[in-house]
């Protein structure tokens, strides 16, 4: 309460102050606004970060350490300020912290927070609009706190993966079967295979800088180009075979057994002369013992040895 009583003292002086500011910079759009420590004028309805400071001292002294202001101290003072994202406060102000005159996250429905967010981030998050959280009816705040994220790095309400499992308990349990990616770990995370902000693939899922799939960023041995490719490979992707959560079975497989999941493909072609030296191929030693390079292979066109 004290520190109202003498916030209300130094706004009649700042007002004043403001008040010729303001009626020379009439032009400057909201993108401009910035606070001036430099002493640059500030565009109408606008008063600048020190005016906030005055009542809401903590907040601000805070926000020295949020990435929001780095940009603000290395470019003079013109980044991103109070009013960037709560919008010109003079009529706040003059009505001595009138909060229905101010921009209230908590009081925007989850499109306008995504449109305020995005008017300065639509250039890294170019698709978010059309990915399935956003139709889903989540914000940027679904995920990040400005003021109070839990998790400093990319301002986030919560650790991965907890902060993904509050809300996809369904995949939760893949991460906890025998083979596993080792999300829980910490070694891999949901978002270096998923882009939540929205992608070009189905399931939000990344692709590699050179739009191949993300698996082939870490398991560059699969990657080629090969010079006798598996057609498997190309038109089912790695989920043609793997299971990318977790799975049962080793190497994360689809199927509890190797000449099971090969003979989807190729019961015919298995059961026939080259293979017939046994009853069935289920009876073979696993294919891929004597076809061990089944991602590809520059050397043998039936991936043998
Ligand atoms: C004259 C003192 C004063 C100044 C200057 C001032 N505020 Fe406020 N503000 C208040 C008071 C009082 C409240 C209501 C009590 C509270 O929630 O802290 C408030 C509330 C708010 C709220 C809503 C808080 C909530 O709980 O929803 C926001 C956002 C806000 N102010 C932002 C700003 C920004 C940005 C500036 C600078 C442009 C600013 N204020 C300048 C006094 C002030
Ligand atoms: C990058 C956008 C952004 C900037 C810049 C920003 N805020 Fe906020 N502010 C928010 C959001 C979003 C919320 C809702 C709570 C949250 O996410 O932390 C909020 C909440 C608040 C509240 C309500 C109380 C609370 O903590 O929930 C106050 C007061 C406030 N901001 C004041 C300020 C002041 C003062 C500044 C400048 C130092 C500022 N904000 C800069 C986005 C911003
Ligand atoms: C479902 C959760 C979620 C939602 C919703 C979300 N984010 Fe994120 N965001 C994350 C996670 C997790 C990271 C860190 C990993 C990454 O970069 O993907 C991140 C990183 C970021 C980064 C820093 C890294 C970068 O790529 O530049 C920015 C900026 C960002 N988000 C902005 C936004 C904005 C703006 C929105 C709303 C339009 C939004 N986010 C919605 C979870 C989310
Ligand atoms: C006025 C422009 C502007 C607005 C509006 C804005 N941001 Fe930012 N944001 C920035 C800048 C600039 C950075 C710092 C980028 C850097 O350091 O490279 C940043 C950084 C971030 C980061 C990355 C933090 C990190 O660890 O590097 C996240 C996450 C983020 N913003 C989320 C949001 C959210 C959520 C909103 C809406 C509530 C929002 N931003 C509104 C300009 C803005
Ligand atoms: C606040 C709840 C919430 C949080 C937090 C959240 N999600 Fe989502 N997510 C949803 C909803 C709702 C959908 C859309 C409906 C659905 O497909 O389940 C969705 C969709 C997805 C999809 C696309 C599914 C599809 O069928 O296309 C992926 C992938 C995804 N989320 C991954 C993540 C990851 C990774 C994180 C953590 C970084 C995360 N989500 C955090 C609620 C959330
Ligand atoms: C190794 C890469 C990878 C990691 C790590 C990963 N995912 Fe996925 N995720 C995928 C792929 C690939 C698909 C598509 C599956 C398919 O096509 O069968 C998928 C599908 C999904 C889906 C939609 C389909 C479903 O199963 O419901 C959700 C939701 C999802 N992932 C959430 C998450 C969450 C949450 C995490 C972290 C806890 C995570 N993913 C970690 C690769 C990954
Ligand atoms: C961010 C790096 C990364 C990405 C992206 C990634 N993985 Fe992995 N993958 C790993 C790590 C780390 C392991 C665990 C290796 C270990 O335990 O020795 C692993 C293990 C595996 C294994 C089991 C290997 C074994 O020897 O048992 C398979 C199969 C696999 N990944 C397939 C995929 C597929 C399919 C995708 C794409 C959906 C993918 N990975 C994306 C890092 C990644
Ligand atoms: C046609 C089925 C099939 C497809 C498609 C496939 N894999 Fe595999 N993968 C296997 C089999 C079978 C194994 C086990 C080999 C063994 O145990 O000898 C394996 C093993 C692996 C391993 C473990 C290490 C190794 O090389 O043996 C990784 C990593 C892997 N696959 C990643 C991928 C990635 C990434 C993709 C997509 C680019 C992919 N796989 C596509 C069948 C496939
Ligand atoms: C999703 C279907 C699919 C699965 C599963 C699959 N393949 Fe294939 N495979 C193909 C297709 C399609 C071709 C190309 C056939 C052609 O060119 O006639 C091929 C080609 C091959 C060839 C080369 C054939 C030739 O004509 O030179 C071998 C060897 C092979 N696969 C072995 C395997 C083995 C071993 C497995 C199990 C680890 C496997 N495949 C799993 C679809 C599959
Ligand atoms: C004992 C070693 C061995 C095992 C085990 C084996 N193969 Fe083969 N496979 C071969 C050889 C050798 C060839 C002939 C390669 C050639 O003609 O150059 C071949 C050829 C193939 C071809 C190409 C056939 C054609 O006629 O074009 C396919 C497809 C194939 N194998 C699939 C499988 C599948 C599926 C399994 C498991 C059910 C399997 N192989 C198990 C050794 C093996």
């Known amino acids: 309460m004290r520190r109202f009583v003498i916030s209300t003292a130094c706004l009649l002086l700042l007002t004043g102050f403001a008040g010729t500011r303001l009626a020379r910079a009439a032009d400057h759009g909201p993108q401009q606004a910035a606070a001036s420590p430099t002493g640059a004028p500030t565009p109408a309805g606008f008063v600048g970060q020190e005016m906030c400071a005055t009542c809401h001292q903590d907040v601000v002294n805070k926000f020295s350490g949020n990435p929001h202001s780095r940009l603000a101290l290395e470019h003079n003072g013109h980044g991103v300020t109070c009013e960037s994202c709560h919008g010109p406060g003079q009529a706040h102000v003059e009505g001595g912290g009138d909060v229905t005159k101010i921009r209230r996250f908590d009081k925007l429905t989850p499109q306008q927070i995504n449109e305020t967010c995005l008017g300065c981030h639509a250039g890294v998050h170019p698709n978010y609009q059309r990915s399935p959280h956003a139709k889903a009816g989540l914000s940027c705040l679904s995920c990040h706190s400005v003021h109070k994220a839990k ?3 990319n301002l986030l309400v919560a650790a991965q993966p907890q902060l993904c499992f509050q809300c996809h308990t369904d995949v939760k349990p893949n991460f906890d079967m025998p083979f596993h990616h080792p999300v829980n770990e910490g070694v891999v995370k949901c978002s270096d295979c998923h882009d939540v902000h929205g992608s070009f693939l189905p399931n939000n899922l990344r692709a590699t800088a ?4 993300i698996c082939t960023k870490c398991h560059t041995d699969v990657r080629g180009p ?58 073979l030693a696993p294919c891929t013992s004597c076809h061990t390079y089944i991602h590809g292979s520059n050397i043998n066109a039936a991936f043998l040895r």
Do not use: K, W
């Not at 050179?210 to 799939?213: E, G, R, S, T, Y």
């Not at 490719?229 to 799975?247: D, I, K, L, N, T």
């Open 210 to 213: 050179d739009q191949n799939q």
């Open 151 to 153: 998790v400093p790095e």
């Open 226 to 283: 090969f010079v006798y490719e598996h057609a498997a490979v190309r038109a089912e992707g790695c989920m043609g075979c793997h299971s990318p959560h977790g799975s049962e079975n080793a190497r994360m497989l689809n199927m509890p057994s190797i000449n099971t999941l090969c003979n989807q493909c190729h019961s015919r072609v298995a059961a026939g002369t080259v293979h017939s030296m046994g009853a069935g191929s289920d009876e």
